[in-house]
């Protein structure tokens, strides 16, 4: 049984079952334009989020003008691994991993 955060109600908050979980540590995409440059945030990467256990992906969006993505209504403790993808095809694909899926503030 699957049930999701239906919202405020007539002044009352449904409750999402099972809680779902959020990924708010290692959730940015950076990019180094050059050998001794320092790293800056990428705007605009795909960011494909995947279970550890069985690869599934579970989640997919874009990071925002600071770089950062924010995957949830993942599985509560379950772990994954982040692939950041350029559209434009001019910076290699990374991954970062594992994060935890925490408790949705």
């Known amino acids: ?3 999701k955060l239906l919202g405020v109600l007539a002044g009352r908050t449904a409750i999402s079952w099972p809680p779902c979980g959020v990924l708010r540590n290692n959730n ?3 990019y180094k334009p050059g050998a001794t440059e320092p790293e800056v ?3 605009g990467a795909v960011v494909r989020v995947h279970r550890i256990v069985d690869g599934k992906c579970v989640w997919v969006g ?3 003008a600071n770089g950062y993505y924010y995957p949830g209504e993942l599985e509560l403790g379950s772990k994954h691994y982040a692939v950041a993808i350029d559209p434009t095809g001019q910076h290699q694909v990374t991954a970062a991993g594992p ?3 925490t408790l949705e503030m």
């Open 1 to 3: 049984m699957e049930m």
């Open 28 to 30: 940015r995409v950076f």
């Open 99 to 101: 994060v935890v899926a």
């Open 41 to 43: 945030p990428f705007s």
């Open 62 to 64: 874009l990071s925002d």
